[in-house]
């Protein structure tokens, strides 16, 4: 399925959810197929972070599966009509992982996989961090940290307006929990009971001075969120079966936003950027991409 | 004495118009719709109406997904709080996807009064005007702020509109036009330009009155539009008049002076005066009493005008 797929778009372009099920007739792809997507989604950071030069390669690979399960499995998208009205809408909080939504917009077919390869150049639609009016697919400009779930919930609330049902999916890193404004926005969407909100923390573990725990603790961040009144489920960020059990749970519950924990590793999928805080912006030399590569063959 | 009407009153009474006319208006607010009068749009628009609460920050990022989602959205509060306390916010979230949201400030400058230098704002429309792709609008007076709000609704882009705290003098005609972008002329002369912006205009045309007493003859415009500013009228200025004095209830970084400057040096350097908040902060007073204290009265703007004249060659 990888790279030039785009069977599972159908004549309207419209990239509908399905369940992993070898019966499955949508064209929606396997837990085998999400799993090789997963691997060329990790050779592409890599790749075009190392080309760039720089970039964010940690929290863009544990990103990876949170990314492909939404935009292969949950979501309701058109890459033909990026603007679509009735669309899923993700927004990507925690810009600097921007080149894992590239990655993913591009493999969808919002724009060509070669185009990746432009990543932070100058005059390319793919800039340093998201940005809605230069990358089709992107919904916020975002890069200064924090500010995602208050856009999430400006766009719930014009859905809730317009009678229009479309999900709202926000990811934000868990560093970026340390930012006052997610508190603001979590008060807020729990108050206006926005159950089209999912927001999911992409709980790496560490932020770029250290690990969470040295630099600002968020523990026990669960509580937190379910003591603003979120329905919290927890899960491992890299397991597409429980990913999906989750994103499948988190919209049923009504009258209250979900917000999903997903626990993952910081480099995932890269043993020497695996857990390593160094990886969390700086790019790989030749050599080091070389290496990876191999690691991701 | 001109009549004298509330800029407040006149935005919360027009944005009760707009939503009857434009089901896509909502309206954000900061737990001060009372204070900013948003709350006559919430009593009768009460499921397009949302107070956030006291996080202003939260407001401006979700008036963001609002309008990326089709919607029009009016976010206030004071102009101390927005763009001051949510700078990152606009700049982020409003300015550089240029989404189409209305910020409109209530409580500029410091005819604010009593409450003291912490609730004046004499640095947001330096802020909001550094911000590419906005419009920034201080009306005159009532009259005018209907028009700004309208205009800023009728048109797609980020605005920043700052109103006052006070009642202000009427001193818009019944047939005035505001245009985007466009200074009004206020009073004909030609030994002086008087450019002001809100509360100063009153005081800008009380100071060619006594001027006029001098024979001296003061153009007077009501530069209301910040930014993009009226180039033409300021370069003609200078060109049929020879000599400028900018007035603002505003620190003299950033405002309409520095504005007004710029466009003098690249185009026609002429003798100017500046009548602005200088470089310093406030303090609690009346508003009339604070005016006089830091040389924002119309006397002020007349010696500066004295002043002015004596330099052009």
Known sequence: ?297 | MPQEASQREAYGRTLVELGRSSPDIVVLDADLCKSTMTGMFAAEFPGRAFDVGIAEQNMVGVAAGMAASGKVPFASTFAVFLPGRCFDQVRMAVAQPRLNVKLVVTHGGISVGEDGPSHQAIEDLSLACSLPGFTVIAPADAVETVQAVKAAAAQTGPFYIRLGRPKLPVVCPEDYQFKVGKAALMRRGNDATIIASGIMVAGALEAADLLAKENIGCRVLNMATLKPIDESAVISAAEETGAIVTAEEHLEHGGLGSIVARVLVKNLPVPMELISMDDRYGQSGKPAELLQRYGLTAKDIAQAVRTVIKRKH
């Open chain 1, 1 to 297: 399925m990888p790279s030039s797929d785009t069977s599972k778009s159908a004549s309207a372009g419209i990239v509908k959810a399905g369940a992993f099920s070898s019966a499955d007739k949508s064209g929606s792809p396997s837990l085998e197929e999400m799993k090789e997507l997963a691997r060329h989604l990790r050779r592409h950071i890599v790749t075009i972070i190392g080309k760039a030069g720089s970039g964010h390669p940690g929290g863009s690979l544990s990103a990876v599966e949170i990314l492909s399960t939404l935009y292969f499995k949950v979501m309701c998208h058109n890459p033909a009509e990026p603007r679509w009205p009735d669309r899923d809408r993700f927004i990507l909080s925690k810009g600097h992982a921007a080149p894992a939504l590239y990655a993913v917009l591009a493999e969808c077919g919002y724009f060509p996989i070669a185009e990746l390869e432009t990543l932070r150049k100058i005059d390319s639609r793919l800039q340093g961090h998201a940005d809605r009016n230069a990358t089709p697919g992107v919904e916020m400009s975002a890069g200064s940290l924090g500010q995602g779930l208050s856009f999430g919930i400006g766009v719930a609330l014009a859905g809730r307006l317009s009678a229009k049902d479309y999900h709202v999916y926000v990811m934000l890193g868990d560093g970026e929990c340390d930012e006052g404004q997610v508190w603001e926005a979590a008060m807020a969407a729990a108050h206006y009971k926005l159950d089209s909100i999912t927001a999911i923390v992409d709980n790496n573990g560490l932020q770029i001075d250290g690990c969470n725990c040295d630099v600002m603790n968020l523990e026990p961040l669960p509580e937190k969120w379910r003591a603003f009144d979120w329905h919290v489920i927890e899960t491992d960020g890299h397991d597409f079966t429980q990913l999906l059990n989750a994103f499948t749970a988190a919209k049923k519950i009504k009258g209250q936003p979900s917000v999903i924990i997903a626990h993952t590793i910081k480099g995932k999928g890269v043993s020497f950027m695996e857990n390593n805080v160094d990886f969390h912006g700086k790019a790989p030399t030749a050599a080091e991409v070389e290496k990876a590569l191999k690691e991701l063959a």
